[in-house]
């Protein structure tokens, strides 16, 4: 029986997945896992993964917090991408309870501000502390609408991971 371990941002795990196919739109990185047995078997330092930032810009089809789906279907599949390290300039952090925004700039001026989604980095928001150099994890949703149609449906990025430089 697996007993699940608690793995987090830099941890290293090991999984056992399926070999790569698209199994989400638009989001070709997602793999599924094979078991659940899954180990962390080493961590990495910010220092570590630092040299992985993609400089890309702007990130993810466009500035802003959102992209349509249009703009990314006339892109061809090979280059879809759904997750992208970046270290962003002149991070700053707004917000109260869950609800906080990593307000930023790229590396040529774009600027975002983009729903922080890190549980743990929430926690150290909430108590009042925040990095002013640090690295963002910056991931694409699936395409997404209100019911109600009130929205088009777009592709929202958010901060999934914010990690201490």
Not at 43 to 57: E, I, L, M, S, Y
Not at 70 to 93: C, D, H, M, Y
């Amino acid at each position: 029986m697996w007993v699940a371990e608690k793995f987090g941002v830099l941890d290293v795990i090991e999984v056992n997945v399926e070999p790569p196919h698209m199994t989400t739109r638009f989001q070709r990185e997602n793999r599924i896992a094979v078991d659940w047995n899954i180990k962390v078997v080493g961590k990495v330092t910010a220092k570590d993964v630092v040299g992985f930032c993609d400089n890309t810009t702007p990130i993810f089809y466009g500035d802003g917090d959102r992209v349509e789906p249009g703009v990314i279907e006339g892109t061809p599949p090979a280059n879809w991408k759904s997750l992208q390290l970046v270290r962003p300039r002149n991070p700053r952090f707004t917000g109260m309870g869950d609800e906080w925004r990593a307000n930023f700039s790229d590396g040529a001026g774009n600027h975002y501000g983009l729903k922080v989604k890190d549980p743990a980095y929430v926690e150290k928001l909430q108590a009042g502390q925040h990095d002013a150099d640090c690295l963002i994890t910056v991931s694409l949703t699936e395409p997404w609408a209100p019911r109600d149609g009130t929205y088009p449906e777009h592709c929202y990025k958010l901060a999934a991971a914010v990690i201490p430089a």
